[in-house]
């Protein structure tokens, strides 16, 4: 079963920076396409980036030239480098297979603050 353990959030003022990681357990990581995707209170959950197998990514809008998503395939790691943070980035922040979602993991709460 394949196990998604998301790390890197926290408390953030806005301007701020922060690195999320995601370790995916029990699947080819290295040929599965994968992104990142959050939640804020009272929405739905959205897309934000993905990434190939082979290292091509692409962008929501509200992340486009701010966030940087990467992967480690030796690590089992997705990335995603958070700069020059929002307050309408508060959400709690999940990875997960791009098209075909896993069960999702808990995910990490980032949230900033004026």
């Known amino acids: 079963q394949v196990q998604l353990v998301e790390s890197g959030g926290g408390l953030v003022q806005a301007g701020g920076s922060l690195r999320l990681a995601c370790t995916v357990s029990g699947s080819s990581f290295n040929v599965t396409p994968m992104g990142w995707y959050r939640q804020a209170p009272g929405k739905q959950r959205e897309f934000v980036a993905g990434?190939?197998?082979?290292?091509?990514?692409n962008y929501a809008n509200p992340g486009k030239d701010r966030f940087t998503i990467s992967r480690d395939n030796a690590k089992n790691t997705v990335y995603l480098q958070m700069n020059s943070l929002k307050r309408e980035d508060t959400a709690v922040y999940y990875c997960n297979r791009v098209g075909s979602p896993y069960d999702w993991g808990q995910g990490t709460q980032v949230t900033v603050s004026a």
């Open positions: 990434i190939s197998r082979g290292g091509t990514t």
